[in-house]
T-cell receptor, first 118, second 116 residues
Framework: EAGVAQSPRYKIIEKRQSVAFWCNPI?????LYWYQQILGQGPKLLIQ????????DSQLPKDRFSAERLKGVDSTLKIQPAKLEDSAVYLC????????????????FGQGTRLTVV | AQSVTQLGSHVSVSEGALVLLRCNYS??????LFWYVQYPNQGLQLLLK??????LVKGINGFEAEFKKSETSFHLTKPSAHMSDAAEYFC??????????????FGKGTKLTVNP
């Protein structure tokens, strides 16, 4: 079974430029997450999709970040314009969990995209 | 909101020594807890998870964790460290999210160094 694919692996941009990250989740996984991992910290959820609908984007800086999930499969995360504090690893994860009362479903992570804003 | 606290951002052990990584949780309901490992320049990989079936959970690579409700802890252990265990370890708690979904809330991580 193929894992979660992300591209690019690394990206260096200047502040105020724009950047986009791509994620292809594991086939059949309904839930897709984008996490931001700043150096020295744990991953923080930016946005969560259930199929192609947004479930939670409460931590997404909507003035500069946007995300979409096309046809409930692939997803892109965009930053425009980037700031120095956006330097981080952006992790995409997917989960086979469907809505319901049972918790404890494993999330599968991609290798991440390391963004450096200079 | 639920949360986890990892005590010690850096832990250093000798090869062959016991590994103990600490995690305490805060939850108003029975928690679902996870340990993930992140090797350099890699994504997160699940080591083990607690879902109330048994308090002692065995995971991959010889790691295990014990859920202690009285101490609100879920510490990760391995009897004998190997050089390949050097990585960053994250404790996480699963939380109800909108629309019947769930999300993971992570601790800040503990970087494990294994000395020869």
């Amino acid at each position: 079974e193929a894992g979660v694919a992300q591209s690019p692996r690394y990206k260096i941009i200047e502040k105020r430029q724009s950047v986009a990250f791509w994620c292809n989740p594991i086939s059949g996984h309904a839930t897709l997450y984008w996490y931001q991992q700043i150096l020295g910290q744990g991953p923080k959820l930016l946005i969560q999709f259930q199929n192609n609908g947004v479930v939670d984007d409460s931590q997404l800086p909507k003035d500069r970040f946007s995300a979409e999930r096309l046809k409930g499969v692939d997803s892109t995360l965009k930053i425009q314009p980037a700031k120095l504090e956006d330097s981080a690893v952006y992790l995409c994860a997917s989960s086979p969990r469907h809505p319901g009362p049972t918790l404890g479903t494993e999330a599968f992570f991609g290798q991440g995209t390391r963004l450096t804003v200079v | 909101a639920q949360s986890v606290t990892q005590l010690g951002s850096h832990v250093s052990v000798s090869e062959g020594a016991l590994v103990l990584l600490r995690c305490n949780y805060s939850s108003s309901v029975p928690p679902y807890l996870f340990w993930y490992v992140q090797y350099p320049n890699q994504g997160l990989q699940l080591l083990l998870k607690y879902t109330s079936a048994a308090t002692l959970v065995k995971g991959i690579n010889g790691f295990e964790a014990e859920f202690k409700k009285s101490e609100t802890s879920f510490h990760l252990t391995k009897p004998s460290a190997h050089m390949s265990d050097a990585a960053e370890y994250f404790c996480a708690v699963s939380e109800d999210n909108q629309g019947g979904s769930e999300k993971l809330v992570f601790g800040k991580g503990t970087k494990l160094t294994v000395n020869p």
